[in-house]
């Protein structure tokens, strides 16, 4: 069965004997021994041994002259040095040159093993036969020979020339070569080339692979692989789809100094288009494009950064061959060139965040950061004495951007931003006070004009804006109370309770003209406040007859008491708010009117077993007194099976007010700008039996579902069957967002441990 743990290296394939000879001298054996002249005649379990190789025979007629050896009947030689081992009828062998001559050959020798995600590997070597073969030096040239990796009397593939040129640990040619499966040909390749070196690349074609879409029609592909030098290297690989046109893939990687490196992709497709149910035409045609590096440079500083680009959200719903692509709408960049010392850190940042509201054409949310400057200090202690005292900021400074269908900002907005912050402590016993205090001041060269109302149509001036904020936070940490029991059998030996309460108060004062505010981050959701949150947590923690410590359960509440409704003036009744006090407690909004308290943020953990985790997230508000949203999830994994299931729900919750029984009517058909936050209703699941290297049948599905439209968004389920030696998987997928025709691929591939991967499935979309 393939194993990566079997896995042998090349390094380790060197066969090692008890006692060899020193180099230069050559040990004989034999039952029956002759000197004839300069010859040794050996018979009967006849040997001739050197450093590097070994020899064994029936009758082997040995010069220690000039190092000529023949062996005849059962031959056995092994290159000690390198690891190849064959067996042959007779052998003509010059152990002073390292050549001969291999009649009615097999043999056996290690090749390269490159353990990756989705590829099989094992320690078996691989396996030939031949009519005759001969060595020169570290060369072998096989004629009318068959070579595979399996080891059963009918192997599962095969690969047959007329000439195959193989170097141990460097590479392997087969000239006008069939591969065949269970004996059956199934492709015809004029020169086959496998690297056989641990590090090596070489320039070459790839595999054709082949596929079927209802949407794109049957696919065909073809690729090429350049090895410009040791530094950087290209890969091609045009696809047509016989429904859609053709598409081209570049992927481009570099290395060009040792502490730098990056990875360039680009994926485009010239769309045919498709036809429409009237009759017209759709064209969907378009590219991505992504590129990653990082660097070490001179003085301290590292730059990193990534650049995705998309050319429309609606070639991205037709061409994507992932589910999570299917559905993210968002693009974004980020570059940095930082420098980090003692408690600071220097960054200057340009970023590129793109949203896609829809696949209409400039129905997108762009906001730029070109270029930002930010110098940050993490809390630095300068008193110690009486009371500690820690000093921190954060300041930033940069020119922003933003562009929408219903407004857009001035090419270059200036931004600067300066917060400070002193920080104390105070302890009495197990009760802990971490009170601190920071201003903030903040400048726009740009804002909403003064009149905008909200309702009114958004229109940006270039007057600027002064923003003098003040905010004081205090954290109070109270003693845990914990006891230990006896356990149930079925918890372990010990049971440990544990209740951790926590506090902490937040005033926010100076926030003014909030409205007219271009929201590029975080910064502007800043509004005036003044709240505690409170929260408590009950754990479990179980302890085992072996000492296992396992966190059984975690409860933990939390919810905030706002002593400013409005924010400030902030808030807009009948509208979705989102403030920065919001975000910090739930990812969902709920600021739709005025209120004194924040819905219960409910997380609840557990791990009953090593291999078993359960995880329920819900916001209940008291205001409304429901749920308005639930996520739960269980997931169980072992070495044959994995399990994972979860179902999340938004709550539609109107922003104006109803009567009854017209809500459900509604919310069936609400905009997402007319309710607290777009409803969501799916449960995913994914099962699957047997992993990547188990032997014989694995299965595995992937399932999405929408309650909502009651839709089966996506479905992948995968078949793969595995040999000692390769493997067989077949992959059906069913894509459907509801606003296009559902469409289905199939995919197919064939796995050869230890050389590679053969097909349409690729290793990222694989289930196992």
């Known amino acids: 069965m393939p194993s990566r743990a079997a896995a042998k290296s090349p390094a380790a394939a060197r066969i090692r004997r008890p006692d060899p000879p020193p180099p230069g001298i050559v040990l004989v054996r034999g039952i029956i021994q002759r000197r004839e002249g300069d010859y040794w005649r050996l018979r009967e379990n006849a040997e001739v041994e050197s450093v590097d190789y070994f020899l064994k025979a029936d009758e082997i007629d040995y010069s220690d002259k000039n190092g000529l050896a023949e062996a005849r009947g059962h031959v056995y030689f092994a290159n000690l040095a390198s690891g190849e081992e064959i067996w042959a009828n007779r052998v003509e062998y010059d152990l002073n040159n390292g050549t001969g001559t291999f009649y009615e050959v097999k043999g056996s020798a ?65 000239y006008k070569s069939w591969f065949k499966l269970r004996g059956v040909p199934l492709l015809y390749v004029p020169v086959f080339y496998k690297d056989l070196s641990s ?16 949407r794109r029609g049957m696919m065909f592909g073809v690729g090429y692989f350049w090895a410009i030098n040791r530094s950087y290297d290209v890969l091609y690989r045009p696809q047509y789809f016989t429904q859609r046109g053709l598409s081209n893939m570049i992927d481009f990687r570099g290395k060009p100094t040792q502490h730098s490196d990056f990875n360039a992709y680009i994926y485009g497709v010239n769309d045919k288009g498709r036809t429409l149910d009237d009759g017209t035409v759709k064209k969907e045609g378009g590219y991505l494009m992504a590129i990653q590096g990082k660097a070490d440079l001179p003085a301290g500083f590292y730059a990193k950064g990534t650049f995705n680009y998309l050319s429309s959200f609606a070639f991205r719903q037709a061409f994507t061959e992932s589910f999570n692509e299917a559905v993210f709408s968002e693009v974004n960049s980020v570059i940095q060139v930082s420098r980090d010392w003692s408690t600071y850190h220097l960054n200057f940042l340009v970023t590129r965040h793109q949203n896609f509201q829809s696949d209409q054409p400039g129905d997108t949310i762009l906001i730029r950061k070109l270029p930002q400057v930010e110098f940050i200090s993490r809390d630095r202690e300068v008193n110690e004495k009486v009371l500690p005292i820690w000093v921190s900021w954060r300041t930033s400074a940069g020119l922003l951007r933003r562009t929408q269908p219903s407004y857009q900002t001035r090419q270059f907005v200036e931004r600067m931003d300066l917060e400070p912050q002193v920080m104390t402590a105070f302890r009495w016993k197990d009760i802990h006070l971490v009170p601190a205090f920071s201003v903030r001041e903040t400048y726009y060269g740009s804002t909403f004009s003064e009149h905008s109302q909200p309702g009114d149509p958004l229109t940006v001036s270039g007057k600027n804006l002064h923003r003098f904020t003040q905010q004081f936070t205090a954290d109070l940490i109270l003693p845990t109370v914990h006891r230990v029991f006896d356990a149930p059998k079925w918890m372990g030996s010990k049971v440990k309770h544990s209740i951790e309460p926590r506090a902490s108060f937040k005033a926010v004062s100076g926030v003014k ?22 929260s408590l947590a009950n754990r479990l923690w179980t302890k085992s007859k072996d000492g296992e410590v396992r966190d059984w359960l975690t409860w933990e509440l939390r ?77 169980t994994r072992s070495e044959n099976y994995f399990f994972s299931m979860g179902h999340t729900r938004v709550k539609c919750i109107p922003l104006t007010t109803l009567g009854p029984g017209e809500v459900d009517h509604f919310c069936a058909n609400a905009p997402s700008g007319q309710v607290l936050a777009p409803a ?14 188990r032997r014989g049948w694995n299965a595995g599905v992937y399932v999405v579902y929408d309650y909502s439209t009651q839709i089966l968004q996506y479905v992948n389920t995968q078949l793969t069957y595995n040999t000692n030696c390769c493997a067989f998987s077949g992959q059906y997928r069913r894509l459907n967002f509801g606003t296009r025709n559902g469409e289905n691929q199939w995919r197919v591939s064939m796995v050869i441990a230890n050389i590679g991967s053969f097909g349409t499935l690729r290793r990222q979309d694989r289930l196992f």
């Open 199 to 214: 590090g090596a690349r070489r320039s070459g074609f790839l595999t054709p692979n082949f596929g079927n879409s209802n």
């Open 680 to 693: 969501s209703n799916q449960i995913r699941g994914t099962f699957g039996l047997g992993n990547e290297s």
């Open 513 to 534: 003209d909030f409205q007219r505010l271009v929201r590029y981050d975080e910064t502007e959701l800043l509004a005036n406040t003044s709240e505690v949150e409170y």
């Open 110 to 174: 290690y090749g390269k093993i490159d353990p990756r995600p989705g590829i099989l590997t094992t320690g078996k070597p691989f396996l030939f036969h031949g009519n005759w073969a001969e060595k020169f030096n570290d060369r072998y040239i096989l004629y009318d020979g068959v070579i595979t990796n399996c080891d059963d009397v009918k192997p599962w593939w095969t690969l047959s020339a007329p000439k195959m040129d193989i170097i141990p640990n460097d590479r392997a040619l087969a």
């Open 559 to 635: 919810q905030r008491r706002y002593f400013k409704p409005d924010f400030g003036g902030a808030l807009v009744p009948g509208q979705r708010n989102v403030f920065l006090s919001s975000t910090e407690l739930t990812a969902y909004a709920f600021l739709d009117q005025a209120r004194r308290y924040s819905p219960i943020v409910n997380s609840l953990r557990s791990q009953p077993m090593t291999r078993l985790g359960v995880e329920w997230r819900a916001d209940y508000d008291p205001l409304r007194s429901t749920f308005t949203n639930s996520s739960i999830t269980a997931d």
